[in-house]
């Protein structure tokens, strides 16, 4: 029902910046809660940023002041602005999305792309 694709994503140097966008195709965009999630290898899964259906947003501790997430919902897009990039940011990005309704919980994922920061 809803398909999301990342883009964005490549190679980086240390302190560099780099902006994901994730297209969502699919009704009622403007009422699920917008997420970015990341994986390094080895390590879990863990919620980077997310941004709700009326703009509140969210950051995990280590990524606060350095990312911002913001959504067009004219474009049906959700955006992750990093900025000063560390090594340990490298990791598959994922767009996620939620909405909580009545009756069930609907999560979509995109297939992710790779950020990679490196020297």
């Known amino acids: 029902q809803v398909q999301l694709v990342e883009s964005g994503g490549g190679l980086v140097q240390p302190g560099g910046s780099l902006t994901l966008s994730c297209a969502a195709s699919g009704r009622d965009f403007s009422n699920y809660v917008m997420g970015w999630y990341r994986q390094a290898p080895g390590k879990q899964r863990e919620l980077v940023a997310e941004i709700t259906s009326g703009a509140s947003t969210n950051y995990v501790d280590n990524v606060k002041g350095r990312f911002t997430i913001s959504r067009d919902n004219a474009k049906n897009t959700v955006y992750l602005q990093m900025n000063s990039l560390k090594p340990e940011d490298t990791a598959v990005y994922y767009c996620?999305?939620?909405?909580?309704?009545?009756?069930?919980?609907?999560?979509?994922w995109g297939p992710g792309t790779q950020v990679t920061v490196s020297s």
């Open positions: 996620h999305a939620n909405r909580r309704v009545l009756g069930g919980t609907y999560l979509y």
